[in-house]
Antibody, heavy 117, light 110 residues
Framework: EVQLVESGGGLVKPGGSLRLSCAAS????????MNWVRQAPGKGLEWVSS????????YYADSVKGRFTISRDNAKNSLYLQMNSLRAEDTAVYYC??????????WGQGTLVTVSS | QSALTQPASVSGSPGQSITISCTGT?????????VSWYQQHPGKAPKLMIY???NRPSGVSNRFSGSKSGNTASLTISGLQAEDEADYYC??????????FGTGTKVTVL
């Protein structure tokens, strides 16, 4: 079964840092681009970042550029999101998702990040 | 990158058909056939319903169909059922090598 499991969410103060992880199983992780997508409470979906299969191509939404860093470890079948200089508006459920080339399947269950003092 | 525009809500009776629109620009929806649609029930992760404008993943009911004309994509749900009540989001690849989601549509089954 193709599965993605996020971890690392929690409560952090404004200006703080957090590292999210996404463990993949059931498919050849090293063959797929991966993405992070977030959803603020009661709001819509927002694409955050994507990384190609070999990490050669990395893209970020303007809202997180310069603060977030996406990375992956194909040997560990894992995707990461390092989040620095966190703001209240970064509060959201963060999902990792496998990229099928223009669409996402599957999605993880999400991990909640709360930025508050 | 501005969010794609969707109606906030659409409703229909069981058995009816409804259509959700998703309007973007020539830099996203109009420029690529990488439009996808996601269904999200409360508290759950989104589920892919349509990819590449009009293709259904394995396991998705054929009551769901997608299309595109110019800068506007559409999702049609035919034979509306109670379990179709959910939020729906469109998404498109963009000329910036990024992705953009729609504003979301709440579907209510009357």
């Amino acid at each position: 079964e193709v599965q993605l499991v996020e971890s690392g969410g929690g409560l952090v103060k404004p200006g703080g840092s957090l590292r999210l992880s996404c463990a993949a199983s059931g498919f050849t992780f090293s063959s797929y681009s991966m993405n992070w997508v977030r959803q603020a409470p009661g709001k819509g979906l927002e694409w955050v970042s994507s990384i190609s299969s070999s990490s050669s191509y990395i893209y970020y939404a303007d809202s997180v550029k310069g603060r977030f860093t996406i990375s992956r470890d194909n040997a560990k079948n894992s995707l990461y999101l390092q989040m620095n200089s966190l703001r209240a508006e970064d509060t959201a459920v963060y999902y990792c998702a496998r990229d099928l080339g223009g669409s996402y399947l599957p999605w993880g269950q999400g991990t909640l990040v709360t930025v508050s003092s | 990158q501005s969010a794609l525009t969707q109606p906030a809500s659409v409703s229909g009776s069981p058995g009816q058909s409804i259509t959700i629109s998703c309007t973007g620009t020539s830099s996203d929806v109009g420029g690529y056939n990488y439009v996808s649609w996601y269904q999200q029930h409360p508290g759950k992760a989104p589920k892919l319903m349509i990819y590449d404008v009009s293709n259904r993943p394995s396991g998705v009911s054929n009551r769901f169909s997608g299309s595109k004309s110019g800068n506007t994509a559409s999702l049609t749900i035919s034979g509306l059922q109670a379990e179709d009540e959910a939020d729906y989001y469109c998404s498109s690849y963009t000329s910036s090598s990024s992705y953009v989601f729609g504003t979301g549509t709440k579907v209510t089954v009357l």
